[in-house]
Every structure is written in structure tokens, then in C-alpha cells.
């Protein structure tokens, strides 16, 4: 009997730290392990005995990638407790910020930390000597989605003008025109994108995966929806623990996610895709249409496609927010304290994030949870590497840990949410 | 020094944080690809999988200290780095991680984990300055990505950054802001706060929250005072200091006065 184990310590072109060991014994694949070793920061346990005004502030610390997934699941669920409503521009505003992080997430995804792996190179400034136009394509989409961010929220990484109830100060018409400019350019910018993925190389490789993500009556999902999956699954985020349940795995700093039912589940841009790809905008389907791509993909490694796709989507809504755009007569809607529990989820750019709070009479934090997406994918982030992995294993050593290592980046983890995430070993004896 | 004839040697290292100071050099978009053909980019794991060992000329450690193995890996971080820059409030100050400093971390690890027995961490989140020694300390939650391209250059051409240390306070009147403070009686720490992010909250009509830490020498009890005045009770007072900034010994200090 032979065993050999591939190790990859320190991982690579991720959010965070985290490694991968896969054993393989006799010539097959046994066991895959993703493992986050990230310290641990107790953010729902330092949440406690804070004011719910400064949740949003604090959430958005645990990830300088996707602070305002943080930001949109926190006050949600506050509102949801609170018994608000935010809705009209305020609503409207809030997509455009989500529409400024999707830009600046996926682009930072598809052109720094995913490309390399499809033309083989260490990293994008590797990249840039030989493909020096499209690195240049892809940070100034990245910035496009960042100047979103600044303007509406102060500020790129860790918005300040983000509020429960709406916001600090809401933007004039006259702040918006010049980004409807900007974004006129990144949606040719997208659109270029979308073409240049899909020419890469993808292995020919499939899972049957339970998709999970949030379905809205006639939206692309950011904000809200109901939770639903490929299998049946249709929810109120006030039922998504009856449904999921995290366990704690000695390996890992982060907690795995299950469908209590039915085990492994995806959450991310190809579920999203997978199952509201009737409410992209009609330039974005007809693009994926076009590259290839059906209304349902379950080619991890063409979620780069994907993203590209919903970068063009992104682009496409915020300049229809900004042309529908009506300067509202308040910043914000008033929230006073009390008693309750709420419960929200929202699209993160790597998937679905559920936050729950419990509040006191005067507005305190009694109780936190968070379920961040990375640690929802764990079990399909295994599961695939014990899938894929098998078909490569004459390869040499280097090119099958690169493989491993792509095939975790197809989910754009994001180990610094997930701890509450990755090192490659490979063992083969 | 760096041997002639070669880039300097970059490396960005990351402990307890968020990635996110980290992530301000790739959004400097103009800027990355100019800074990339200046120094040799030697260790950056969130950006490339292509790692130099060895020693390098500049550091930008990120994240606070929050486990042994980290104590241990930010000596040999310091050891094989000729200049060592701290970037952000979790490598600078402890970051909010560090509220664990006034509670009990195996409760903290009850809370948020089933198995609480297999997580190994410390009693505390603590500064890299309070391991090593640092050359230069850059402030923020996140840093100022201007800031931090002042302070690749400086450090490379071997002189002091140019990064004020004057109050928030000051940058509000270089922008002509109205005090928020004192037309709208907001609370604000900008009085207290150090200078670097262009006063962004005061200009989005909310007080700042302290997010670059302590300004030198602040008098945060006459801010104290006022917030008082304001309607701030003590349990607000105690709490508006520890935030990401919380370790820092001035609001350190001043958030212990009103921890009754």
C-alpha cells in the first residue's frame, strides 16, 4: 500500500490564511482537507453588551474584502428585529453600494487572484508583463467599483456612511453623473471580461451540487429574498437555522456548514447564477448566452465566467439605480430601541451571509451569530478536491499542488470571514 | 542594505486582521503596477503564490499577535527584515480583536465555538511593537492607501514618512467642514483622534469614531467632558474609546476611567 500526502501550507492569492492536505492512497484520492488556521477573533462574542448602532461599524472589521456584505446583512437583521422598514432611494442606494462591492470584489477575484491560475502564472504582476493590457482592463474595472464605494460610503474598505436605518448623508443627483460615466466605460470593461475568460481552458468537469442562494420576485439578489435551493429548499431567513447547522471540525478554526437534511451544499456566484439567471439584466443573459454558458453552470472552474457575468449585471444595475436615482428627503429612518430578535441574509460576493442578533429593551447586543459563506462551502470545497483531484493524479508533483490550489480558488475564499479558513498537503506515502 | 544592482525587497506579512490594510496596495490601481517594477515583491501571499525566502529590505506586517505560534513568527518576521513597518490599527494597536483584553477569552471561545477545547489562542491581542521592535508605525482601520504609498517611498529612499500627527480636528478645518460637534452636538472623538483619513466621517455629517487611534499627546479628559455634557453616560464613555483602537494607551487609559 502506498500513501502520499500533497501539502500546500500556506495558500496563496486567498483572503486570509489557510491550507490544503489531500491523502492519497493506493493511486486514489481518500481524503481532502481544507484547513483554516486563521486565529480566531470572537466577533459574536465581543459583539455582546454593544450598542446595535455599532454593529455595522464592527462586522465590517471582519473582512477588509466584503466589509459591506457585512454591513447590508448587519443592518438588515437589525431592522428585522427593530421592525423597520427601509425602502424608496434608501433601498435603492444600498444595491448601488452592493453593486460597488460585487465590481470590486470579483474583478480583484477574476483578473488578481484567478486568471494567473488559467495562464499559468505566480500572480498578476507575473501576468502583466505578457498581458499587461488586460491587468490594466482589470484594476481599472476594480477601481470603477471602488469609486462607488468612496463615494457612497466614505470610503473603499470599511465604509463609515452606513447605518441601520439608511444612511449618514445620502449622495445629490449631481455626485452620481460623473460615476454613470465611469460605469458606461466598465460595462465594455465587463463585457471584454466576460469574453476573455471564457477563452481560457476549463477542465471538463461537473458535480451535482445543491446550489443555495437567495431568490427575489424580480431581482438579481443582493439585499433580499427568500432563501431557496436546486433541491426544494424555500425559506425565510428567520427558518435558516432550522434548515443549516455549523459543526466544528479539530482541523479548522472555522465552523462547517450542512443542510441538516442533506449534507454539502454551494453557495456563490454559481448558485446565485444557477438559479436566478431569469432575473439578470436582458445585456447580461445574452452575453453569457453567447460565451457558452447555460442558464445553469456546474463547472466550478468556469465560476470565473460567472463572475465576469455578474461584474456586467453589476455594472448594468447601478447605472439603472443612478438613472432612476430621486434624492430622498432623509438620510436615514429613524430606529428606536427594543426588545427582539432579527434575522437576515445577503448576497456577499462569495455567497450567502447570515447574521441574527438579539437585542435588550435598550438596544443592546445580547446575542450574535454569524454564518459566513466561506464556511458554508467548506464540505463542497473538500468535496470537490476529492473529485477532481483523482483524474490528475499522474501529474507531477507542482502542477497537481497547482491544480489543488486552483480548485480551491474557484470558491475566491475568503478565510479572514470564515474564521469564526488554508494549507495543501498531499499525502501519498 | 540592498545589495546594488537590485530591487529592494518587499514582503507583507498578515496575523490577526481582516486583509484589508493589506488589500490598500492592490487598490492603489494607478499605482500597483509602478510600485511593482520598483521593488521586487518578494512575499505577499494574498496577491502571489511566488515567495522569496530569505531576508527583505522592507516589511508591512498587518494583523495583532493572538496566538503563540504568531509571538513566535513575528520574531523571525523581525530578524529577517531590515526595516519592519507596522500597517493598520490591529498591528499597530491590537485592532478590535484586543477587546478580549478585558474579558475572559475562554468564555469569548464558549461563545462562538462548539468545541472550544480546539482552539489555541492567546489571553490577549497585542501590537507587534510590544514583540519587536518597529520602524515605523502607520495608523489606521484601514490605512490611508496615500499614506501608505508615502511610506513604501520613504522608507526605500531612506527618509521619515510625511504623515501629520495632528488631530482629525485640524484636517476638518483644512476642509472647511462645520464641527459636527459643536453646530449639530454629535458626539466626535476628532478632537482626540490621529490625522490620516481626511476627516471622512465629520464630512459625511457623523462624529468620527476614532478609527486611526490616538492623536499624540490628547486630552481626552476635556473630550470626556464634553461628550458628558452631550449626554454620553459613563458605560458610552467607557465604550466609544474601545473600539478598533482599544489597546492604545490613551483610550486605553480613558476607557478604563469610565469602566465602573
Excluded at chain 1, 436546486?230 to 459543526?247: K, M, N, Q, V
Amino acid at each position: 500500500m502506498t500513501v502520499k500526502t500533497i501539502k500546500v501550507d500556506y495558500l496563496a492569492r486567498v483572503e486570509g490564511e489557510g491550507a490544503i492536505k489531500v491523502v492519497v492512497r493506493d493511486g486514489a484520492v481518500e481524503s481532502a482537507e481544507f484547513r483554516i488556521f486563521e486565529p480566531p477573533r470572537f466577533f459574536e462574542a465581543l459583539l455582546r453588551g454593544r450598542a446595535f448602532t455599532e454593529a455595522p461599524d464592527i462586522t465590517a472589521r471582519i473582512c477588509g474584502i466584503c466589509p459591506v456584505a457585512y454591513q447590508m446583512s448587519t443592518v438588515h437583521a437589525m431592522e428585522n428585529a427593530l421592525g423597520l422598514a427601509v425602502t424608496g432611494p434608501l433601498r435603492d442606494l444600498r444595491r448601488l453600494l452592493y453593486c460597488g462591492e460585487w465590481i470590486e470584489s470579483h474583478a480583484l477575484h477574476i483578473y488578481m487572484l484567478h486568471a494567473p491560475d488559467f495562464l499559468g502564472y505566480d500572480g498578476a504582476i507575473d501576468m502583466a508583463r505578457d498581458h499587461g493590457d488586460a491587468v490594466r482592463r482589470g484594476l481599472a474595472l476594480k477601481k470603477v467599483g471602488n469609486e462607488i464605494l468612496s463615494l457612497l460610503g466614505g470610503r473603499e474598505i470599511h465604509p463609515i456612511n452606513v447605518r441601520v436605518g439608511g444612511f449618514y448623508r445620502t449622495p445629490r443627483r449631481r455626485e452620481l453623473e460623473p460615476l454613470a460615466e465611469r460605469l458606461k466605460w466598465a460595462r465594455e470593461a465587463a463585457l471584454e471580461t466576460v469574453r476573455w475568460v471564457a477563452a481560457f481552458d476549463f477542465p471538463d468537469v461537473e458535480r451535482d451540487y445543491e446550489f443555495v442562494a437567495l431568490r427575489h420576485t424580480d431581482e438579481y439578489p443582493f439585499n433580499e429574498g427568500r432563501i431557496v435551493s436546486s433541491r426544494g429548499l424555500d425559506i425565510t431567513a428567520g427558518e435558516y437555522e432550522d434548515h443549516f447547522e455549523e459543526t466544528h471540525v479539530e482541523r479548522s478554526t472555522a465552523l462547517h456548514s450542512h443542510l441538516r437534511e442533506r449534507g454539502a451544499y454551494l453557495v456563490g456566484p454559481l448558485a446565485r447564477y444557477s438559479l436566478n439567471f431569469d432575473r439578470l439584466s436582458r445585456l447580461a443573459q445574452d452575453v453569457a448566452r453567447d460565451v457558452g454558458l447555460g442558464p445553469k453552470c456546474s463547472n466550478p472552474y468556469r465560476s470565473i465566467v460567472v463572475r465576469a457575468v455578474e461584474v456586467l449585471y453589476a455594472c448594468d444595475e447601478a447605472l439603472r439605480i443612478i438613472d432612476g436615482y430621486v434624492e430622498p428627503d432623509l438620510p436615514a429612518v429613524a430606529a428606536e430601541p427594543c426588545a427582539g430578535t432579527g434575522c437576515a441574509a445577503t448576497e456577499a460576493p462569495r455567497g450567502l451571509l447570515y447574521h441574527r442578533y438579539r437585542l435588550d429593551a435598550d438596544g443592546t447586543i445580547v446575542e450574535a451569530r454569524i454564518v459566513p459563506p466561506t464556511s458554508q462551502n467548506q464540505a463542497s470545497i473538500e468535496e470537490d478536491l476529492v473529485s477532481f483531484i483523482g483524474g490528475s493524479l499522474d501529474l507531477p508533483e507542482d502542477a497537481l499542488r497547482h491544480r489543488c490550489e486552483q480548485t480551491v480558488r474557484n470558491y475566491d475564499p475568503c478565510i479572514s470571514c470564515s474564521t469564526h479558513f488554508l494549507q495543501l498537503e498531499i499525502d501519498r506515502g | 542594505m540592498a545589495a546594488k544592482n537590485r530591487k529592494p525587497r518587499l514582503a507583507v506579512w498578515k496575523f490577526a486582521s481582516c486583509d484589508g490594510c493589506q488589500l490598500s496596495l492592490l487598490d492603489c490601481e494607478d499605482e500597483l503596477l509602478a510600485v511593482a517594477g520598483a521593488v521586487d515583491i518578494a512575499y505577499f501571499l494574498e496577491a502571489t503564490r511566488g515567495a522569496v525566502r530569505g531576508r527583505y529590505d522592507l516589511s508591512l506586517v498587518e494583523g495583532s499577535v493572538t496566538t503563540a505560534s504568531d509571538a513566535a513568527r513575528i520574531q523571525d518576521v523581525r530578524a529577517r527584515s531590515r526595516t519592519l513597518v507596522t500597517i493598520g490599527a490591529c498591528a499597530t494597536a491590537g485592532g478590535i480583536q484586543a477587546l478580549r483584553n478585558w474579558a475572559d477569552v475562554k468564555e469569548y471561545a464558549s461563545v462562538v465555538y462548539a468545541r472550544p477545547d480546539y482552539i489555541q489562542t492567546l489571553a490577549t491581542s497585542t501590537a507587534i511593537a510590544d514583540h519587536v521592535a518597529v520602524d515605523f508605525e502607520l495608523r489606521g482601520c484601514p490605512i490611508s492607501k496615500r499614506q501608505l504609498l508615502e511610506v513604501i517611498s520613504a522608507m526605500l529612499a531612506g527618509r521619515r514618512p510625511v504623515t501629520p500627527h495632528h488631530s482629525v480636528c485640524i484636517e476638518c478645518k483644512l476642509k472647511g467642514n462645520v464641527c459636527v460637534m459643536v453646530a449639530h452636538g454629535t458626539p466626535c472623538l476628532g478632537p482626540v483622534t490621529h490625522a490620516g483619513c481626511g476627516a471622512i466621517c465629520p464630512s459625511y455629517n457623523r462624529g468620527c469614531y476614532g478609527c486611526y487611534g490616538p492623536m499624540e499627546t490628547p486630552n481626552t479628559l476635556s473630550l470626556s467632558d464634553g461628550l458628558h455634557k452631550l449626554g454620553m453616560d459613563e458605560r458610552g464613555l467607557m465604550q466609544v474609546y474601545r473600539t478598533f483602537n482599544a489597546n492604545a494607551g490613551p483610550f486605553r487609559e480613558e476607557s478604563d476611567r469610565h469602566d465602573g
